[in-house]
């Protein structure tokens, strides 16, 4: 199982947080056992311009053949 848990605030508010401008990318994925190459995942993310995930919440499996 991998987790990847990404929260960004506005920097420039002086108490540190600013949850109007805070961005959330959270997601984890799922190796299946005794499988080669597939996965279960689950995601979410307000942020459209980051890399990790896709903006909104997105549930996925993968196969490799």
Do not use: C, R
């Not at 002086?14 to 984890?28: F, Q």
């Not at 689950?42 to 196969?63: H, I, L, R």
Request: hydrophobic letters at 30%.
């Amino acid at each position: 199982v991998t987790f990847v848990l990404d929260y960004d605030t506005d920097k420039l508010n002086t108490n540190g947080t600013d949850a109007k401008d805070a961005t959330i990318e959270a997601g984890v994925t799922y190796a299946v056992p005794g499988t080669t190459g597939t996965t279960i995942s689950a995601s979410y993310s307000n942020d459209p311009d980051e890399d990790n995930f896709d903006n909104g919440t997105q549930v996925k499996m993968a196969f490799k053949f």
